[in-house]
């Protein structure tokens, strides 16, 4: 029996030092965070990593849809740059990122502020607000190209009745008028993230610095661009910098309101990357040709980060 | 044996076997196709084929319908990814892109083209890659022109135009009295080029010579798409520029459009709707309408119709069972069936369904698309071959865009035949 209790004290005394063990890895503050943190890095190399350094190879090879192909260097980057419609949709997403970017932070920013005032119903209409975010892209791109579409339009319907026109607006049938249709679409969709994000912005403003100003003469003007703008520029450059991002990919939109035409001219590099891609099968063209939009987007965030850092320490 | 012995047996044998277990798989076909004009068609395929050939051959058929444009997408990724339908639909000359992923069907090949009178040229063409069937043939849909018998009269044209000079003056008259012409010029696969291609045929251009030597910048060329310019202007709805393939469809159903090059999509819905779709004096619309081959320029008429095959996959563990249903569903009694509800729209593959009873009843309206498929000689990539290049051309949309640049007036038609001419040199180099 003594010698059972003497085993027992040892294997208590074992589990001990394990327990110790653990409990001293776990209070070292660099192991608790590689643990906390590798969940996250696994998924990161997994969904993240390993695609990117895929589409990297792909890109470097003439592989096709069932045939892996070989090395090829930077031909595919090259034919890219002589690629008359990859110039074009390359020239039409920095139009489409650009101006729907600006319409999405000057309405956003009116859409926050007016929101952010007390009135009747504020609840509900800031609920309502996020629907077109809500909505599934390609509902409510279809939605849009009905509305657009060039013999049934509903738009052209009403103006047509109110006498307001004689023929038909050519909303996608013409180049120029289908950029800016989905530019308009564009920032109806993406204008409820812009006015949430800045309301939320908004509202750690603290009164009492607007009535402080007022109290010294500002106008509504100079309270919004001495006290509201300074304090609301972090929380809206990184707004801004999502938007980019997620516009400058932008697919939905464009494959379902256009499909890229006409005539191209509202093909943008996601579109035409999957066109090649994947309606043609050249997967290493396709991939050369969709990450033409890495250094763009890596030059846009990191000139941004680096401004807010500038920011934080001053 | 306990639970935890079970899962590890379990895990064991997939790891020996290098793959998922197989769950009821035994013969089941799993094929992916597009969500048909005609409705009844796919109706045919679930409700009639699925229990029939369950019973015939003990096979479980999965029929699975997606949009049209969506097809590639799915296949490259099946295709890549080493997993997903046993059989899929091709349009057109998608088997060349994707021949190295498809199983040789030449035994069956030969034998429904032996025993059904011969499978059309061009469909053997799209079909055959280096000298093996990589894929099956199973229909053609003609594409011709629906036009509205009444309203030509009315403006003097006893017959359908049998030049493009003269459809641009019927066209002119019909344009003046809010009756245009529909076609599309937009980025969709199906109307957009099975009228382009044509066109440019018609006139003497081609994309390409014997060799593979790119030809499109000719005299030839250019006259093609300045008559399309001014034929665009004269006589066509200019909203054409932004149309899918189904705006067509629409317009003509609802009396905006007097002419449209398509399939019977709109004469087989106006039948079917004979109560929703009149004419403006209240009589079934599909009493007025007829359909022509598009029109003869100086190098003659010309017409491409879109084919439909089917790939049977080589990742597809159940190869056996998926060439088993083709060889049953290409056989002339099951065939018909789903042949019979398209009412003319899709047209077998092989020329013995010319003779079949159908074309009895659907009458003169429905006569053109008998004899269409026999009358197609010329593919995508002509006057070479309809291979790898020439998808990439038809799927870059290079003949339509070049004709829409110009319609638009976005560049002269100069300028819009050298810019395609450089894009199919990037392409054939």
Same mark, same amino acid.
């Given at each position: ?10 294997? +208590? ?7 110790? #063990? =653990?409990?001293? !890895?776990?209070?070292?503050?660099? $192991?608790?965070?590689? /643990? ?122 009403? +103006? ?7 023929? #038909? =607006?050519?909303? !996608?049938?013409?180049?120029?008028? $289908?950029?800016?249709? /989905? ?132 | ?429």
């Amino acid at each position: 029996m003594g010698g059972g209790r003497a085993g027992q004290d040892l294997h +208590l005394s074992a589990e001990q030092v394990r327990v110790s #063990r =653990l409990t001293r !890895l776990l209070e070292s503050e660099k $192991a608790l965070a590689a /643990a906390l943190l590798a969940p996250g890095v696994a998924i990161l190399v997994l969904f993240i990593a390993y695609p990117f350094v895929m589409a990297l190879w792909y890109s470097l090879t003439s592989i096709r849809v069932g045939e892996a192909g070989e090395f090829v260097g930077v031909a595919n980057f090259t034919k890219a740059m002589n690629d008359s419609i990859f110039q074009q949709a390359f020239r039409n997403t920095v139009f489409y990122t650009f101006w729907a970017t600006v319409f999405k932070l000057a309405l956003g920013m009116w859409l926050a502020l007016l929101l952010n005032r007390h009135f009747r119903l504020k609840r509900i209409v800031r609920a309502s607000m996020l629907l077109p975010f809500i909505i599934p892209t390609v509902l409510s791109a279809f939605a849009w190209r009905w509305m657009f579409d060039p013999t049934f339009s509903v738009m052209n319907w009403g +103006l047509y009745h109110a006498g307001m026109i004689t023929d #038909r =607006l050519p909303f !996608l049938s013409s180049g120029d008028w $289908a950029m800016w249709c /989905a530019v308009l679409v564009n920032t109806w969709r993406g204008m409820p993230f812009f006015a949430i994000t800045l309301l939320a912005g908004l509202q750690t403003i603290s009164p009492d610095l607007h009535e402080a100003a007022a109290l010294d003469g500002a106008n509504a003007w100079h309270r919004f661009w001495h006290v509201t703008w300074p304090l609301l520029l972090p929380v809206t450059l990184v707004v801004v910098v999502f938007s980019v991002i997620q516009t400058f990919s932008d697919f939905q939109l464009i494959y379902v309101l256009t499909g890229g035409g006409p005539a191209n001219s509202t093909h943008l590099i996601a579109t035409y990357a999957y066109q090649i891609g994947v309606g043609s099968g050249l997967l290493g063209e396709g991939a050369a040709l969709s990450l033409f939009m890495f250094p763009v987007l890596f030059a846009v965030v990191w000139v941004q980060l680096r401004f807010l850092k500038r920011m934080d320490n001053a | 044996m306990k639970r935890r012995d079970l899962l590890k047996a379990g895990l064991a044998g997939i790891l020996v076997a290098r793959q998922a277990p197989v769950f009821a798989q035994a013969n089941t076909v799993h094929i992916l196709r597009w969500n048909d004009f005609v409705p009844a068609a796919d109706k045919v395929l679930r409700e009639v084929f699925a229990p029939e050939v369950q019973k015939a051959l003990g096979i479980k058929l999965n029929v699975e319908t997606i949009n049209a444009n969506d097809l590639p997408a799915r296949a490259t990724a099946a295709i890549q990814s080493g997993s997903g339908p046993d059989i899929i639909l091709l349009l057109n000359n998608y088997p060349h892109l994707y021949a190295s992923a498809g199983v040789d069907v030449s035994a069956l090949a030969e034998e429904v083209s032996k025993a059904q009178g011969g499978i059309y040229a061009p469909a053997v063409r799209l079909n055959k890659v280096g000298g093996k069937w990589v894929s099956m043939p199973w229909s053609l849909v003609p594409a011709l022109i629906a036009y509205r018998k009444s309203w030509f009269e009315e403006v003097g044209a006893k017959s359908f135009p049998k030049t493009w000079q003269e459809y641009q003056t019927v066209g002119k008259k019909l344009k003046a009295a809010k009756r245009p012409i529909g076609q599309t010029l937009g980025n969709t696969f199906g109307d957009a080029p099975t009228f382009t291609y044509p066109l440019l045929w018609s006139f003497g251009g081609q994309e390409v010579d014997a060799k593979g030597k790119v030809v499109l910048n000719s005299k030839a060329t250019i006259e093609s798409v300045k008559f399309m310019v001014q034929f665009w202007k004269d006589a066509c709805d200019e909203g054409g520029l932004a149309w899918d393939d189904s705006n067509n469809n629409r317009s003509f159903l609802s009396g905006d459009i007097s002419a449209t090059l398509n399939g019977a999509s709109i004469y087989v819905a106006a039948l079917n709707g004979a109560d929703k779709f009149k004419t403006e004096k209240g009589a079934p619309l599909h009493t007025d309408i007829l359909h022509a081959p598009l029109p003869a320029g100086a190098n003659g008429s010309h017409n491409y119709h879109t084919a439909h095959n089917h790939m049977v996959m080589k990742y597809s563990k159940n190869q056996k069972g998926a060439i088993e249903f083709l060889r049953w569903a290409h056989k002339k009694e099951n065939l018909e069936k789903w042949l019979v509800v398209q009412k003319g729209y899709a047209v077998g593959t092989a020329r013995s369904w010319e003779k079949h009873p159908m074309w009895n009843e659907s009458g003169p309206v429905m006569a053109p698309f008998k004899v269409a498929a026999a009358g197609q000689s010329r593919l995508m990539g002509h006057g070479g071959e309809p291979n790898q290049k020439a998808a990439e051309a038809w799927n870059k949309f290079i003949v339509t865009v070049m004709y829409a640049q110009a319609c638009s007036g976005k560049s002269t038609p100069e300028e819009a035949v050298k810019w395609a001419a450089g894009e199919l040199g990037k392409i054939y180099t």
